[in-house]
């Protein structure tokens, strides 16, 4: 009794490792039948590919741009402070309590003081340059005022700075009525502007990159078409020996996985060496793309592997359309 269930169970071990090597193999030929079909129509194969890596690079074109705008933005307004000018006659004590004040607001990182000598300083500092400038500070030694430099979370929130610039009693009784605070003047406007081109570039990118994905899917959509045209003696055969539906559309899907392979490898490459070759013209004009390159060297495989995703993502996805609708099972 013990040898029969031991022979059953025996023979249904077998039976399963029969399977599994049997599945093992039928994937091994999906993938070399796949492989070899890539090269079989070298004219269809390079558009599908060409299109697929320009889909990619616009994609990655897009990530890198937005990436590089936001560095840029944040780099700019970590440079960026808000200045309140106070009576150049008022105690330190006063002047302290108000920045204290300053310093408890929610959308206030950091405040500085700057007192009238350090402002006389600094003047001198930044006229060197100009003996006029100079001349006039010895002839008329003019008072400077204390200042309040005041860097916000975002310099795009300063109603609770103007809300309080307006109401607090204590600042109003130091303020300097001729010296209006600073609200970063130019400098923001180059914040709405670079944030103006972020959006920008999320748009185009997004809409290039729709476009190209359709293409690219068409291309692709096509391509398995023809090959399932071209191959529908050999199809006919594999379905009257009983190959299986999966090893007959496996080859096909491996193929279009095979475009996006080949396309992410070179839109990865292609990507990363216009970005270090930009690198210096961008930096020269106050593009902030140090962080970009260094990520892009530290990330680089991820980066890899994460196109060769969207690249295989487009490849079934178009191969699978094609099947279904082509390629009767």
Do not use: C
């Amino acid at each position: 009794m013990k040898s029969k269930v031991k022979k059953k169970v025996n023979t249904k071990v077998l039976t399963q490792e029969k399977r599994r090597r049997r599945r093992m193999l039928t994937f091994v030929r999906m993938i070399r039948y796949g492989v070899h079909n890539f090269s079989r129509n070298k004219l269809l194969t390079i558009a599908a590919t060409a299109v697929m890596t320009i889909t990619l690079l616009i994609i990655f074109s897009t990530v890198v741009s937005r990436g590089v705008l936001l560095s840029t933005m944040e780099s700019i307004q970590d440079k960026i402070d808000m200045t309140v000018y106070l009576e150049s006659d008022a105690t330190e004590e006063a002047v302290r309590n108000v920045a204290d004040k300053v310093d408890n607001l929610e959308s206030v990182k950091m405040v500085n003081i700057i007192t009238p000598k350090e402002a006389r300083e600094q003047f001198i500092k930044d006229n060197n340059s100009d003996p006029k400038a100079l001349k006039s500070l010895n002839n008329s030694d003019p008072s400077f005022p204390w200042r309040l430099r005041i860097k916000l979370v975002d310099i795009n929130q300063t109603e609770e700075l103007q809300k309080f610039v307006n109401e607090d009693a204590e600042l109003k009784d130091i303020i300097d009525e001729s010296e209006p605070p600073s609200f970063a003047g130019p400098q923001r406007t180059a914040i709405e502007r670079i944030g103006g081109w972020v959006s920008f570039a999320d748009r185009v990118g997004i809409i290039a990159g729709s476009v190209f994905v359709v293409i690219s899917s068409l291309i692709i959509f096509n391509t398995i078409r023809m090959a399932i045209f071209n191959r529908r003696e050999e199809i006919q055969m594999m379905k009257l020996i009983g190959a299986e539906r999966s090893f007959i559309r496996g080859p096909f899907l491996v193929e279009a996985v095979v475009y996006g392979f080949i396309a992410a490898i070179i839109a990865t490459g292609l990507g990363i060496f216009g970005v270090y070759g930009l690198k210096d013209v961008l930096a020269e004009n106050g593009i902030a793309i140090a962080n970009m390159t260094n990520m892009l060297i530290v990330y680089s495989p991820f980066v890899l592997i994460g196109m060769i995703a969207i690249g295989a993502l487009i490849g079934i996805v178009s191969a699978m359309f094609a099947t279904r609708r082509y390629l009767k099972l």
